[in-house]
């Protein structure tokens, strides 16, 4: 069966301070892989999607990227977090033409 | 894709049924109605999807309007596990149709 692991799972780090959130999936290949952010008492934002190793296409410009060195692996980097950068960071993944999206189990991120 | 409307709130007690609704006025022929819910501090969790044929699987009941106006998630005996809020979507399914738009769902809570 599949699954799909985000670490670490709560994080607090100052301004001004790099940004490293790594997601990884398990008993699928070539999935679909996507980055969302909710911020308290908000609804989802999708930050970035990716169909293939290398392929990244972002929805909201910020000072978040995002990279997929390996098949299964989905990165999300900040070089300098912003205090607006705090929320709840989702990983998720489809396959290709699916109808549903399998989502992690989220990276509480505070920014101090 | 079609904007949806929900409700902010509902309240429903335990062993009773659930019926959350959502309006999807524009959608159009090939979008498809999904259902999500996100249990509090986890990831959201698929539960459903349909296009025009009522649908039913160990979650849930999807109804939907004759027009497709409009749709009913019903959880058939609600627990207190059930508690979440529960987002309606309505999206065109397949390749090239990536994004999920979460809006600010339903928040249903199951009362004892």
């Known amino acids: 069966s599949q699954t799909i692991h985000q670490w670490p799972a709560t994080l607090v780090q100052p301004v001004g301070s790099p940004l490293s959130l790594e997601c990884t999936v398990e008993g699928t290949s070539n999935p679909n892989l996507y980055w969302y952010r909710q911020a308290a008492g908000r609804g989802l934002q999708l930050l970035f999607y990716s169909v293939g190793i290398g392929q990244i296409s972002s929805e909201v410009p910020q000072n978040l990227s995002a990279s997929r060195p390996q098949d299964r692996q989905f990165i999300l980097s900040s070089k300098k977090l912003l205090l607006s950068d705090s929320g709840f960071y989702l990983c998720?993944?489809?396959?290709?033409?699916?109808?549903?999206?399998?989502f992690g189990p989220g990276t509480r991120l505070t920014v101090t | 894709d079609a904007k949806t409307t929900q409700p902010t709130s509902m309240d429903c007690a335990e062993g009773r049924a659930a019926n959350l609704p959502c309006n999807h006025s524009t959608i159009s022929g090939n979008e498809y109605v999904y259902w999500y819910r996100q249990i509090h501090s986890q990831g959201p969790q698929y539960i459903i999807h349909g296009l025009k044929n009522n649908e039913t699987n160990e979650m849930a009941s999807l109804i939907i309007t004759e027009d497709r106006k409009s749709s009913t998630l019903i959880l058939p005996h609600a627990t207190l596990r059930d508690t979440a809020v529960y987002y309606c979507i309505v999206r065109v399914a397949g390749a090239g149709s990536y994004q999920l738009t979460f809006g600010k769902g339903t928040k249903l809570s199951v009362i004892p």
């Open positions: 998720a993944w489809t396959s290709g033409g699916a109808y549903e999206q399998y």
